[in-house]
């Protein structure tokens, strides 16, 4: 797969560029609007790289701004016209939804994702027969039947590991993700050996969160941050529901889960222990690591052991009463 330059991140970066020059103009969106006889929510959504933005209603905006500047003009004309391109992921497009779309433009032209996930493997490193027990488990309507497309999407994505230059992923995990049998423990052996694999690239830092570490900042739930490295193209942050997703990108924000991540990191089994502790997993996996073939929890996990340690505890403070 060729990748070039992605079209979501150049019409973000266009949509930045022409948000400034109308607040350096001293006009409001409607005002835009009004004199160009457009609707304001078309100009609000040029500027927040919603839409594909024609090179002719650019050069309008420029007039009405007054750019004269022939370099900063024919850069913007420039840079809508490779707006209007199609990114590879288009082929796919019956099976990607509009809100998800932005989020792989966005990671084809990274510099670093920070992935923190607390239900799933990060979708960049799962193996294709975990993503396909995830695609079948799915319950969203219109998605019966496009398993194979959508693991075929994931597979492409992750393409972004190994391109020059490869990107940069840290991902931390949560212990809890490894013991939830995706598919069987075949597919789950399959996926640790993955994960180990994927610990080894130079590009590549996997910590997994232990249980053991209790309460932590991030409990309501999983997201990225999706770093470039240039001044002109923000960085943002990536959260995911059910139904679909939200994108974060004011400075204040990204900074703050950037401090998040770094806790998270903190309290993390550092990334030559996660290793060990995939290898154990894998083990309990199946046979091909020396284990049994059969699933069990590891000491201290499950429902079973809650109940005890909650007796325990309360036969203890019986006691103390007494």
Not at 261 to 286: D, H, M
Request: proline content about 5%.
């Amino acid at each position: 797969m060729t990748v070039g330059p992605s079209p979501t991140v150049r019409r973000r970066r266009l949509g930045i560029e022409l948000r400034r020059l109308r607040e350096a103009a001293g006009l409001t969106c409607e005002e835009v609007g009004e004199r160009l006889e457009w609707s304001a929510s078309k100009v609000s959504r040029m500027e927040t790289g919603r839409v594909r933005v024609h090179p002719r209603d650019v050069q309008d905006l420029l007039d009405l701004y007054d750019v004269r500047d022939d370099g900063v003009r024919e850069g913007l004309v420039g840079v809508a016209r490779e707006s209007r391109q199609r990114g590879w992921w288009h082929v796919f497009s019956d099976v990607l939804p509009p809100w998800f779309e932005v989020y792989v433009g966005l990671e084809a032209e990274a510099e670093s994702v920070r992935t923190f996930e607390m239900h799933v493997i990060p979708g960049l490193l799962q193996t294709e027969a975990y993503a396909q027990a995830i695609f079948r488990a799915a319950y969203r309507a219109g998605e019966t039947g496009t398993e194979e497309r959508r693991t075929r999407l994931r597979m492409a994505r992750q393409e972004a590991l190994t391109r020059e230059p490869p990107l940069r992923l840290t991902a931390v995990i949560d212990e809890a993700v490894l013991y939830r049998c995706v598919g069987g423990p075949e597919v789950m052996r399959n996926q640790m050996a993955r994960l180990c694999e994927a610990a080894a690239l130079p590009n590549v830092t996997l910590q997994v969160l232990p249980l053991a570490a209790g309460a932590h900042p991030a409990m309501e739930g999983a997201f990225s941050i999706l770093e470039f490295g240039r001044p002109e193209d923000a960085d943002v942050v990536y959260l995911e529901h059910t139904m679909g997703g939200l994108y974060l990108e004011r400075d204040a924000e990204v900074r703050g889960y950037g401090v998040v991540f770094e806790a998270l990191s903190a309290a993390a089994l550092s990334p030559e222990e996660s290793t060990a502790l995939l290898r154990s997993v894998a083990r309990n996996y199946g046979s091909e690591f020396g284990g049994s073939g059969e699933w069990s929890m590891p000491p201290g996990a499950g429902v079973a052991a809650a109940v005890d340690r909650e007796t325990a505890s309360r036969s203890r403070a019986a006691e103390a009463e007494c």
